[in-house]
């Protein structure tokens, strides 16, 4: 059986990963993964809670994240897609035109 | 009883009537509304007069205006001796002047208004007159005084009428500050304002003192000059004169009812109807007296001199206040409001007949340009001839009773100061007779010296108006025939009638005395007369030179005592001065348009170092995001430690 504290340092490894990947890189598609990987760094901690303690309530949630996760990465790819074809790159660094 | 209550209000619905529909509806019908309601408050100001006379009195509260507290004012009524006289004085004078407005404002733009206004005065001064308390009575006071701003500003597009009306309602200002002040001071000595409750305690009060800038004042000196000071800005009084002549500019109808016969005799009747607290300070009624004494010298020498027609009468009018203040001063309260009365009609038929020759004379008002009207204006002559003849004491003439009984009680009264009052007062009474005697031989008499155009123009005015002053001449012949002393075996009714309310003048003095009194003041009033005719009839050359012996001092006259040029100096400019250098210097410049102007700046400032933050590139926002999570994490790992 394999103990919580294991699932718990692998979703803190996934989730800072993606927290380190967000900041360093400037490729917007490689941002977006990122995020994908900070939401199920916590799909895991959630799953690995509601094991071990038996509740089904954290599973629920988890369909929730993934179901949003989904949505977004719809949504945010379509963006990306439209953003590429106006401006012909993506790099975050060039999409700098929303500011005070 | 309730009918007396008509009084008042059917003036203020003649005013509502013609200033909502006067200019769309009404236009040149608008006096029939305003001549039918005040018509209809002289009837029930007669009928009411009659009641008072049998016995009557009344005093009742209507509605309850303000209560709080311990504070309780009501718009209520007070009929008794003085009221009536007063509603008398101030219906009849309004009455024929209204008709004589018919005639005189016949064809101007502001028809409509003029009457509306003139509806609204008579109003307010009824419920000045009426009131059971000081409240309604200030209500009524600045009521007239408002309407008065508004029509001696009636002809608005002229500058200097405007300024008339400005000046007039500002020196009132300063009179009604202490009028106001002293009615704080009765509410906070009785707790009460109405007149009853106050006037039957005041003895209560006799010798009690107030600590007042570290002095020891008494209490109801203090009340009663306080009072006083409304008095002063309201009846035109030194030092708070200078506006009257001034407000010679409003229309003539408007001098007669406001600026002689009504509103400026307010002050009076205040000074009359606070008698009981008058009475209890000595020092009070000196000053009361000697301000009138002063007031009715130094205006009767500047009438001397002056060439304006209606100016003239002014200054007559400012002098006959301040005989009314010296009446009330040397205790005779009575003889004031004596006076009050037969003045209001022969000072209404003097101004009404110079503004009949004004519209003879197409607005000319410089007596020096006039001359010989006589014969082109027979009724106005014989009319303004009585007047004068009335105001200069020819026996038999309503001016004469009232005049005789001002001094003579001011020759026998218990006063300190009554002789000297008198010997002013008899002096007055020359001056009185003199100038208005010069008025009318310069205006009358003689060959007119005026402009050919002028001269072909002359004409008597119309009938609206001549009526009037065949009307308010029986007023200033018969008008006196009620206070007849018993020294002419008359029986003095005007005196008993007042009693109860003003209570009865002390004089002590032989027949010998009174009839001595009453010889010097008619020779006087003669010799005035005979004067100005030995002057301005026989000897046209003698004033001339008289004005060029004493150069200096006919200038001094002319110029006013140059009153209004130390008034501009000493407090006109410095206003000025201040108001423009500090109060729109400082004030509003550096102080209010700085917080006005800073706080907008401010965060306009603050924003724009703010809007830097948002830099538009993606990780600048990650990071921040980043570090806020983790400073909130350690502060929470903090907290569990």
């Known amino acids: ?100 | 009883m309730n009918y007396y209550l008509l009084i008042p209000f059917l003036p203020l619905a003649a005013f509502l009537i013609n200033i909502l529909f006067g200019k769309s509806l009404l236009k040149e019908n608008a006096h029939w509304v305003a001549i039918l309601a005040v018509a209809g408050s002289w009837v029930i100001s007669v009928a009411t007069l009659i009641d008072v006379t049998g016995g009557k009195t009344l005093n009742q509260d209507l509605y309850t205006w303000v209560s709080s507290g311990g504070f309780k004012a009501s718009v209520g009524f007070l009929i008794d001796p003085l009221t009536a006289v007063m509603l008398i004085v101030v219906t009849t004078c309004s009455t024929l002047i209204h008709i004589y407005s018919t005639g005189y404002m016949h064809g101007d733009n502001g028809y409509y208004r003029f009457f509306s206004y003139l509806s609204l005065f008579t109003f307010c001064m009824l419920m000045l007159v009426m009131a059971n308390n000081f409240l309604q009575l200030y209500f009524g006071w600045e009521g007239v005084g408002l309407c008065s701003y508004f029509l001696i500003g009636y002809y608005f597009n002229k500058k200097s009428a405007s300024d008339a009306g400005k000046k007039a309602f500002i020196v009132n200002r300063f009179g009604d500050f202490g009028f106001g002040i002293g009615i704080f001071m009765i509410f906070l000595t009785f707790g009460n304002i109405y007149y009853e409750p106050v006037f039957s305690q005041a003895g209560a009060f006799a010798t009690k003192t107030v600590n007042f800038l570290g002095y020891d004042v008494h209490l109801m000196t203090l009340i009663a000059l306080l009072l006083f000071c409304g008095s002063i800005g309201k009846s035109a009084q030194m030092p708070l004169h200078v506006w009257l002549p001034d407000a010679m500019e409003g229309p003539t109808p408007v001098s007669a009812l406001i600026h002689a016969a009504t509103m400026v005799t307010a002050g009076v009747f205040l000074v009359a109807r606070c008698s009981p607290i008058f009475s209890l300070s000595e020092t009070a009624l000196m000053v009361v007296a000697l301000t009138g004494a002063i007031t009715s010298l130094f205006a009767a020498t500047i009438g001397l001199v002056q060439n304006d027609l209606k100016r003239i009468i002014a200054y007559s009018t400012v002098s006959q206040l301040g005989y009314m203040f010296l009446a009330c001063g040397v205790g005779a309260y009575t003889a004031g409001v004596f006076h009050l009365y037969t003045h209001a009609f022969f000072k209404a038929l003097l101004f009404l007949c110079a503004g009949s020759v004004m519209h003879a004379m197409s607005g000319e008002l410089d007596i020096q340009k006039m001359g010989g009207l006589k014969k082109h204006m027979p009724v106005t002559y014989a009319t303004m001839l009585i007047a004068s003849f009335s105001i200069a004491g020819v026996p038999g003439l309503a001016g004469f009773f009232s005049k005789d009984e001002i001094l003579w009680l001011a020759y026998s009264g218990p006063s300190p100061v009554g002789k000297f009052v008198w010997l002013i007062g008899t002096f007055v009474a020359f001056l009185t007779a003199f100038y208005s005697f010069r008025l009318i031989f310069l205006t009358f008499h003689g060959t007119f010296r005026g402009t050919h155009e002028q001269e072909h123009h002359l004409h008597e005015s119309p009938k609206s108006m001549t009526i009037p002053l065949m009307l308010l001449c029986i007023g200033a012949i018969a008008s006196g025939w009620v206070g007849i002393p018993p020294l002419l075996h008359g029986g003095a009714h005007f005196t008993e009638f007042m009693k109860p309310v003003l209570g009865h003048p002390e004089g002590h003095g032989t027949h010998a005395e009174e009839w001595m009194v009453m010889a010097i003041s008619v020779a006087v009033g003669l010799s005035g007369i005979g004067l100005a005719w030995f002057m301005y009839v026989k000897r046209r050359d003698i004033p001339v030179k008289l004005a060029e012996q004493f150069s200096g001092f006919h200038k001094i006259l002319f110029n006013k005592y140059y009153v209004d040029e130390l008034y501009s100096l000493i407090i006109v400019r410095p206003t000025i001065w201040i108001a423009k250098n500090v109060l729109i210097g400082v004030t509003d410049a550096r102080i209010i348009e700085a917080i006005v102007n800073g706080v907008p700046a401010a965060i306009g400032g603050f924003s724009r170092q703010l809007r830097k933050v948002q830099t538009g590139f993606l990780h600048h926002y990650a990071i921040i995001m980043a570090a806020g999570a983790l400073i909130i994490m350690g502060l929470m790992l903090m907290r569990s430690w």
Do not use: C
């Open chain 1, 1 to 100: 059986m394999v103990p919580l504290n294991w699932y718990l340092m692998l979703s803190a490894a996934v989730f800072s990963i993606g927290v380190f990947g967000f900041l360093t890189r400037r490729n917007i598609i490689i941002m977006f993964m990122s995020v994908e990987l900070m939401l199920n760094a916590v799909n895991i901690s959630l799953v690995a809670f509601s094991h071990y303690l038996q509740d089904l309530r954290g599973q629920v949630l988890v369909f929730f994240i993934v179901t949003v996760a989904a949505a977004e990465a719809a949504i945010g790819l379509a963006i990306i897609i439209a953003l590429f074809r106006n401006k012909a790159t993506a790099h975050v660094d060039d999409m700098n035109e929303m500011k005070g």
